[in-house]
């Protein structure tokens, strides 16, 4: 995993509102317990595209897990 979360920090260094790295470093965030960094991660995708049903439901996710 931490291979990958530098993956997604580099490609988000490119491109600061790249959502797919945003989403994919929330749910590694999630599995690894770290609820603060997950949800973070996804309130990077909801502000990015307000209208995206799975962003809201991610981010909801990681509230629920994070017990907030």
Do not use: C, M, W
Not at 4 to 22: G, R, V, W, Y
Not at 44 to 53: E, L, P, R, Y
């Amino acid at each position: 995993n931490d291979e990958a979360i530098k993956e997604f920090n580099k490609a988000l260094a490119f491109d600061p509102q790249n959502s797919t790295a945003h989403t994919y470093l929330g749910k590694i965030y999630l599995n690894q317990g770290k609820t603060a960094d997950a949800i973070r991660e996804f309130k990077s995708v909801v502000d990015n595209d307000k209208t995206s049903v799975t962003a809201h439901n991610n981010l909801g996710n990681a509230y629920l897990q994070a017990k907030q």
